[in-house]
Nanobody, 126 residues
Framework: QVQLVESGGGLVQAGGSLRLSCAAS????????TGWFRQAPGKGREFVAV????????YYADSVKGRFTISRDNAKNTVYLQMNSLKPEDTAVYYC???????????????????WGQGTQVTVSS
């Protein structure tokens, strides 16, 4: 099994920045791809960004492109999400997810991921 623990959430003013971390433990060799998703109150879970373990390819939702950056430190089994120029509409619970397989067509779908963290709250005030 793989365990994921997110950290770094909090309250920030619009225009501010936060960095989320996702630390993996357990059978981390199973992880091929790590993604970030978010869920705002009353809404469904939404894809934010993804990074492949091999090669480091990254992809982003249009809503965060140019503002968020996903990165990884394989030695620490940790993936980061640097969030800049935050907007009130970025307010959500952010989840880290890891998958055993990467799909170039379906990486934005939450059912492609095998392991999930507990989530961390990000609140952006206007």
């Amino acid at each position: 099994q793989v365990q994921l623990v997110e950290s770094g959430g909090g309250l920030v003013q619009a225009g501010g920045s936060l960095r989320l971390s996702c630390a993996a433990s357990g059978r981390t060799f199973r992880i091929s791809v790590t993604g970030w998703f978010r869920q705002a109150p009353g809404k469904g879970r939404e894809f934010v960004a993804v990074i492949r373990r091999s090669g480091g390819n990254t992809y982003y939702a249009d809503s965060v492109k140019g503002r968020f950056t996903i990165s990884r430190d394989n030695a620490k089994n940790t993936v980061y999400l640097q969030m800049n120029s935050l907007k009130p509409e970025d307010t959500a619970v952010y989840y880290c997810a890891a998958g055993q397989y990467y799909s170039s067509s379906y990486y934005s779908l939450d059912n492609e991921y095998d392991y999930w963290g507990q989530g961390t709250q990000v609140t952006v005030s206007s």
